[in-house]
């Protein structure tokens, strides 16, 4: 997992640091210049760009370490008189005792054109919370349009470091130095593609910082036995498929399979059970009798327009059709369920407003999953699993565009009910597959594919 940390989390961070553990706030500025120093290749002339806050403080030092170092420096501030502030005012003094002068210039867009190096950008860091605008927003106008390599101190100034979202015009970097620990808006787009490469750069915190959000990683599987048999890894019964909808309950069934369900079974409408059977040799396919048989491990409802939920108390993914308005807050507060809903399952479950940024979905999602025994994946881009008794949000990177295709949810299901049959809890299955989902979308074009395509490309990508 990489921890996204909020403004505030990153403060509580260094304010533990330096009123806890009595580290200077200064040496914490000093260890950020020197990290983001080394990211900027040598003997390059440099123009660096100072703000009034901290964030000023660090370009100031950067540029006082490089000028020792021997290298061209200039430094600009888009304000005719800077008010430094705290530790960057000390920066200011020190840069200036060196014969350092802080510039200015009336026609930024002209000046740089005249420009050769790297720009560093120092103006605004973590307490960015609304657009730029007066001269700032100027200066970085201009900069964006001369598409200088640009390195970002902390984050690149015009993001709010806590957002997904981009609040108005923002550096466009080349690479960005953060500082301590990835902040929301390096790991999450759109405010992400405004990072370019990024780079931590260690800083000397005493404990490691504490994030309310977190980034997929690469799940790591456990090996099989070798005397290992099929039902050693579970019984996935799927509810699914109905007249004009059987292909539903046929990508569920192969979602299970390909993850490694040892036995997969569709209980479907009698008029489609014989073309359902006819896709998926390797599942048992009966009739819906009204009943879960024995020695299911885990129930899957809801794909190819089945919106009855059975009476039943294991493990459960409620999926699709069986998504109903209003319900939301029932299966949330049931321990050991899954619910899949994309953003408009999701508003009508909770008779919320269908959330359309990346951060009214954040929001939405701690708001009706915090500290409930169900979990949530609330997918789409950037899919977020939420609840299972935790209150972290869990992001995955993986996927694109070109899933945005009926059939890809379908699959998803069947996959959380797969690993969540080979005893993976609940929460852990759902991030799982929503990873692996996403991952076999990578290996294939952004338009054109199908779901059947990524069941094809499951059992290599969890063999690597």
Same mark, same amino acid.
């Given at each position: 997992m990489i921890p996204l940390l909020t403004a505030d989390e990153m403060r509580a961070a260094e304010r533990q640091a330096i009123e806890g553990w009595g580290i200077p706030s200064l040496v914490l500025q000093e260890h950020a210049a020197l990290g983001a120093l080394a990211l900027l290749p040598p003997g390059e002339p440099l123009q660096v760009l100072a703000g009034p806050g901290n964030n000023g403080g660090d370009a100031l030092a950067l540029a006082?370490?490089?000028?020792?170092?021997?290298?061209?420096?200039?430094?600009?501030?888009?304000?005719?008189?800077?008010?430094?502030?705290?530790?960057?005012?000390?920066?200011?003094?020190?840069?200036?005792?060196?014969?350092?002068?802080?510039e200015g210039a009336p026609d930024p867009a002209a000046l740089m054109r005249t420009w050769r190096g790297w720009v560093v950008d120092g103006l605004f860091g973590l307490g960015t919370t609304r657009?730029?605008?007066?001269?700032? %927003?100027?200066?970085?106008?201009?900069?964006?349009?001369?598409?200088?390599?640009?390195?970002?101190?902390?984050?690149?100034?015009?993001?709010?470091?806590?957002?997904?979202?981009?609040?108005?015009?923002?550096?466009?970097?080349?690479?960005? *130095?953060?500082?301590?620990?990835?902040?929301?808006?390096?790991?999450? %787009?759109?405010?992400?593609?405004?990072?370019?490469?990024?780079?931590?750069?260690?800083?000397?915190l005493d404990s490691v910082p504490k994030a309310g959000m977190q980034v997929l990683e690469r799940p790591f599987l456990q090996p099989r036995d070798w005397n290992a048999h099929k039902g050693t890894f579970g019984h996935v019964v799927i509810r699914a498929g109905s007249l004009g909808m059987s292909g539903a309950a046929v990508l569920a069934a192969l979602g299970a399979l390909r993850v490694g369900a040892g036995l997969v079974t569709? %209980?479907?409408?009698?008029?489609?059970?014989?073309?359902?059977?006819?896709?998926?040799?390797?599942?048992?396919?009966?009739?819906?009798?009204?009943?879960?048989?024995?020695?299911?491990?885990?129930?899957?409802?809801?794909?190819?327009?089945?919106?009855?939920?059975?009476?039943?108390?294991?493990?459960?993914?409620?999926?699709?059709? *069986?998504?109903?308005?209003?319900?939301?807050?029932?299966?949330?507060?049931?321990?050991?369920?899954?619910?899949?809903?994309?953003?408009?399952?999701? *508003?009508?479950?909770?008779?919320?407003?269908?959330p359309l940024l990346m951060d009214e979905r954040l929001a939405q999602a701690r708001q009706v999953a915090t500290g409930r025994p169900g979990v949530l994946i609330l997918k789409g881009a950037q899919s977020i699993i939420a609840g299972g008794a935790q209150d972290e949000l869990w992001i995955n990177p993986t996927g694109h565009p070109g899933m945005a295709t009926g059939g890809c949810g379908d699959?998803? *299901?069947?996959?959380?009910?797969?690993?969540?049959?080979?005893?993976?809890?609940?929460?852990?299955?759902?991030?799982?597959?929503?990873?692996?989902?996403?991952?076999?979308?990578? %290996?294939?074009?952004?338009?054109?594919?199908?779901?059947?395509?990524?069941?094809?490309?499951?059992?290599?990508?969890?063999?690597?």
């Open positions: 006082r370490l490089a000028r020792l170092q021997g290298r061209e420096v200039t430094v600009w501030s888009p304000f005719a008189q800077p008010e430094w502030r705290a530790d960057a005012a000390l920066q200011a003094r020190l840069w200036k005792g060196l014969g350092g002068e802080i657009p730029l605008d007066g001269p700032a %927003l100027t200066w970085v106008r201009a900069l964006n349009a001369t598409g200088l390599a640009a390195l970002a101190l902390d984050l690149p100034s015009g993001l709010d470091p806590s957002a997904a979202e981009i609040p108005g015009e923002a550096v466009h970097a080349t690479r960005t *130095a953060c500082f301590g620990a990835h902040k929301v808006c390096h790991g999450l %787009l759109p405010a992400r593609a405004c990072c370019g490469e990024i780079t931590v750069i260690p800083i000397p569709v %209980l479907t409408e009698p008029e489609v059970r014989a073309e359902i059977a006819a896709q998926v040799p390797e599942a048992m396919v009966g009739s819906w009798q009204g009943s879960v048989p024995q020695g299911t491990d885990v129930l899957l409802v809801g794909p190819g327009g089945i919106s009855q939920v059975p009476d039943w108390d294991g493990p459960l993914i409620v999926d699709a059709s *069986a998504l109903k308005a209003g319900e939301g807050n029932r299966w949330m507060e049931r321990p050991g369920t899954v619910i899949t809903p994309h953003p408009g399952e999701f *508003a009508r479950l909770f008779n919320l407003p269908r699959l998803l *299901a069947g996959m959380v009910a797969g690993f969540r049959a080979q005893g993976l809890p609940m929460r852990e299955a759902a991030a799982t597959a929503t990873w692996f989902h996403g991952a076999a979308a990578d %290996l294939l074009p952004g338009v054109g594919l199908l779901p059947r395509d990524l069941a094809g490309l499951l059992p290599g990508l969890l063999r690597a």
